[in-house]
């Protein structure tokens, strides 16, 4: 009997074999697809996660510096307060003494006033 006659008394038998190992085929393909895709998934994530903590990192470091700069002016702040009470308390013992008509400030305030106007223009009062 030749071979044709007997693929052709076979051929569903034949046909579902083929199928069957297309089926398998396409699972194995499918399988070893999905192997890369989550191998790249977990790729970028990794560096998707390094990239964020260079982010974090960035930031922190930006953050004491914005800090350390706020320290820096609010140290210089307080230190100009301080000599601005000091001023106007001096200031105001000075008015509390009796002024004369012919001048307006005694010997204490005109003395402060010329302090003032001897200091470095960087050193408000």
Known sequence: MPIFLIMWKYKKWIAIAVFIFLYLGQIAYTNHIAGKLNAAEQKCAQKIRGIEQK???????????????????????????????????????????????????????????????????????
Do not use: M, W
């Open 55 to 125: 982010q974090l990192k960035a930031l922190a470091d930006k953050q004491n510096e914005v800090n350390k700069v706020s320290a820096d002016y609010e140290t210089l702040k307080s230190e100009q307060r301080v000599r601005v009470e000091t001023v106007t308390r001096e200031v105001q013992k000075v008015i509390e003494r009796p002024v004369y008509q012919q001048h307006c400030f005694d010997d204490d305030g005109v003395q402060l006033i010329n302090s003032l106007i001897t200091e470095p223009a960087s050193k408000p009062p």
